[in-house]
């Protein structure tokens, strides 16, 4: 039986081995992601109540993690701004439509808390069926992206029009994201089972 819920403290160190396992070797030798989530827990920018599981039988199979980056707006002020990552599946359950039933429930949920959008770094193919547009056509930029770049991966899901149609800068992602101490993560990655870093084509590092 599949159910998707909420995720709960006793799932943390659960669920950080199932993102491990998706990410491993994708986009990198090893990987960060679960890293990542790891750190962002401890930040105020974790979403707890936006982030969900996938259980089927006991076993978590998918998971979405929701946190707040800043958008440093043109007129000098900042609000803070939604977005999600990692989604994981297990290598073993992907491609069976898991990872779009987990961004289909929690954008849902997402919307009726009031959030007037959602910003993502991913792929334009994938996202776009979820109705993930380029980000820069509301005039909103990825701080890792010069302006006059469209930058198609940096996306927004928009719940309210005239909110964010008002709304113009660059995002900031949680330090977490970007800031990695290569040390810190050879150390928390040694607790895990080992596994073969491998150098892939198509990496992006």
Not at 27 to 56: A, K, W
Request: aromatic content about 14%; proline content about 6%.
């Amino acid at each position: 039986m599949i159910t998707i819920r909420q995720e709960l403290e006793k799932d943390y160190r659960e669920n950080e081995t199932l993102i491990r396992e998706a990410f491993w070797n994708v986009y990198r030798p090893g990987c960060v992601e679960h890293f990542i989530l790891h750190n962002l827990r401890s930040t105020p920018n974790f979403v707890p109540d936006l982030c969900y599981v996938m259980e089927q039988d006991g076993q978590l199979i998918a998971s979405i993690v929701y946190s707040m980056g800043s958008l440093q707006l043109n007129n000098g002020k900042s609000m803070p701004m939604l977005s999600f990552g990692p989604l994981a599946v297990l290598p073993q359950y992907q491609r069976c439509g898991w990872g779009s039933a987990m961004v289909k429930y929690t954008l849902d949920f997402a919307r009726k808390r009031g959030y007037p959008a959602v910003v993502i770094c991913g792929s334009p193919d994938y996202y776009s069926r979820f109705g993930f547009l380029p980000a820069s056509t509301y005039g909103i930029h990825h701080e890792c992206v010069e302006r006059s770049d469209s930058a198609p991966f940096f996306m927004i899901k928009v719940f309210n029009e005239e909110m964010i149609g008002a709304l113009q800068g660059v995002y900031y992602e949680p330090k977490c994201f970007t800031e990695i101490n290569q040390e810190q993560l050879e150390r928390y990655d040694s607790a895990f089972t080992p596994k073969v870093k491998m150098k892939k084509e198509g990496q992006l590092v």
